[in-house]
């Protein structure tokens, strides 16, 4: 957990956080603004960015690029994340 944190931060992840979150289903296709990078602690947490679905594990990474349509949904056992986002240098710099 510490040397995935420590990496974020070298990679230019600035925003880090962790994140307890409950069974849910998915959001729907979406984009977001920034590039997202994350480590699952525990539980499970499903991206699906193509046709098929990919099921995240304890110890295991998933990354969403910026602006990239994808999915993503909680199965019943919850998941605990440590994720990073990476906002483009324009984004960065909007003064909203």
């Known amino acids: ?3 995935f944190e420590k990496q974020l931060r070298a990679d230019g992840f600035n925003e880090i956080e962790h994140q307890k979150l409950d069974p849910r289903p998915g959001k729907g296709r ?3 603004h920034f590039e997202i990078r994350g480590l699952v602690l525990s539980g499970t947490f499903v991206v699906r960015q193509t046709a098929e679905p990919v099921i995240y594990r304890s110890g295991q990474i998933f990354s969403v690029a910026e602006g990239e349509l994808h999915d993503e ?3 019943a056992d919850g998941a605990h994340l440590l994720v990073g986002r ?3 240098k324009a984004d960065a710099n909007r003064s909203d």
């Open 1 to 3: 957990e510490h040397d």
């Open 30 to 32: 979406h984009r977001h």
């Open 73 to 75: 949904w909680i199965n």
């Open 86 to 88: 990476k906002f483009s």
